[in-house]
């Protein structure tokens, strides 16, 4: 079973920041990868991907200029900065994967992706 393993999420106060990883298995070495959220009551929501070329990036509106969407490709790694965080960034935030068209491509709709982690907590509290 192919697992993408999500870290780093907690209880942080507004204002505050945190960084979020997701791990890869090893055997997949060619994947464009995003990050979602789910609130409680809510859909699930796009927040960010990045092609595994690094040249196409995406961002949902509500974080802009906020959080930052990177990856190590050597490491099968991938992270997202969250800085300035709102009580309404309180989510479970998804690792997401899916086998790219062409190494710049990025997917913002859940539908499109292959692959997901179980997910790690973030309670943002004011």
């Known amino acids: 079973q192919v697992q993408f393993v999500e870290s780093g999420g907690g209880p942080v106060q507004a204002g505050g920041s945190l960084r979020l990883s997701c791990t890869a298995p090893?055997?997949?070495?060619?994947?464009?990868m995003g990050w979602f959220r789910q609130a409680p009551g809510k859909e699930r929501e796009f927040v960010a991907a990045?092609?595994?070329?690094?040249?196409?990036?995406a961002y949902g509106d509500s974080v802009k200029g906020r959080f930052t969407i990177s990856r190590d490709n050597a490491k099968n790694m991938m992270y997202l900065q969250m800085n300035n965080l709102k009580p309404e960034d309180t989510a479970v935030y998804y690792c997401?994967?899916?086998?790219?068209?062409?190494?710049?491509?990025?997917?913002?709709?859940?539908?499109?992706?292959?692959?997901w982690g179980q997910g790690t907590q973030v309670t943002v509290s004011s």
């Open positions: 997401a994967a899916k086998r790219p068209r062409t190494v710049d491509s990025v997917y913002k709709t859940q539908a499109e992706y292959e692959y």
């Open positions: 090893a055997t997949f070495n060619y994947l464009s």
């Open positions: 990045l092609s595994h070329s690094h040249r196409g990036i």
